[in-house]
């Protein structure tokens, strides 16, 4: 089990704590709601979709954390800017929890940035994120707006070695506290098989090891892009199913101390999975601690029994 020398700091998102050494605080687990291709949309240009359904995925994921004692928060995508407003005001009356906010179009994620900062969100909601390839208009809006809270983006197609991202991280950390930003989790971005996929491990070690910040990671997003798995013969369910869960696992045992699973259609699998691996943390940590004489609290997971 890692014991990090570098202090490692935590931070509160809505409630949420993440951060720390291995162990200190249980794993958070990310689910995305509002994607196209989720069975819940019908429109995303512009926000419609199946509230009964987007209503039962949000409970049950509640309940798995409740369960686990893993916390969730929930990552809305925004097409258009309509589309934004639209998510994010309903999800924030369905969800107590803390709510990440993306888009692929600048001006959807400006639209996310103002509406937290009209109605009140932004006491837990995270901007994803901050990266070098941010517009100056959404600069400025960061910059003028009460949100204090957001994901830095470690990556850029330049940077493929770990030094370089280390380098990258640092710069966008910088970034980021200029623009308000005093709370965050540092991403070093999940990569396809074959494209780099690997070294945002090792960048989540470097990160806790050197800087001490709170980390997180996409996962999912390295199988969802995998050739392997799309042969016809492999292409199925329980394929997909058990390399997004190899993909967590991976994530949690490296440190991460969120971690994005995708879809929230599969909250159970991907609470069961580090609930699982929540304990054998637990477990390491809490021997570590005894065998270098260190006192600490540690988290204690709810599944032990």
């Not at 019908?42 to 409740?66: Q, V, Y």
């Not at 994901?151 to 990258?168: D, K, N």
């Amino acid at each position: 089990m890692y014991v990090f020398k570098q202090e490692q700091q935590t931070f509160d998102f809505g409630g949420v704590v993440a951060g720390g050494q291995p162990g200190e605080n249980p794993t958070v687990l990310i689910g995305g709601m509002f994607f196209a291709g989720q069975p819940i949309m019908e429109n995303t240009r512009e926000g419609i979709f199946d509230k009964k359904l987007a209503k039962e995925w949000i409970e049950t994921g509640t309940l798995m954390s409740e369960r686990t004692g893993h916390p969730l928060m929930i990552q809305a995508f925004g097409r258009t800017p309509k589309a934004m407003e639209t998510h994010l005001s309903w999800l924030a009356d369905q969800f107590e929890g803390p709510i990440i906010f993306e888009s692929v179009k600048p001006e959807s994620r400006i639209r996310g940035i103002e509406f937290c900062d009209e109605s009140g969100l932004n006491n837990r909601a995270l901007y994803n994120s901050i990266n070098l390839s941010m517009t100056d208009e959404e600069k400025a809006a960061l910059t003028a707006s009460s949100l204090g809270k957001g994901i830095v983006l470690g990556w850029t197609p330049r940077a493929t070695s770990l030094p370089e991202r280390m380098e990258t991280i640092r710069e966008m950390v910088t970034s980021a506290q200029d623009m308000g930003i005093t709370e965050f989790l540092v991403d070093p971005g999940a990569l396809p098989v074959g494209s780099g996929h690997g070294v945002e491990y090792r960048t989540l070690l470097a990160v806790k090891s050197q800087l001490g910040y709170p980390t997180s990671l996409a996962p999912h997003n390295a199988p969802s892009a995998w050739k392997f798995i799309k042969d016809s013969d492999l292409d199925n369910e329980p394929m997909h199913l058990a390399t997004l869960i190899a993909a967590i696992s991976t994530a949690q045992v490296f440190a991460a101390d969120c971690i994005m699973y995708g879809s929230m259609i599969r909250s159970k699998e991907a609470f069961g999975a580090a609930a699982l691996i929540g304990n054998a943390i637990s477990s390491a940590a809490a021997e570590s601690s005894r065998a270098m004489g260190i006192e600490r609290d540690l988290f204690e997971p709810l599944t032990s029994g």
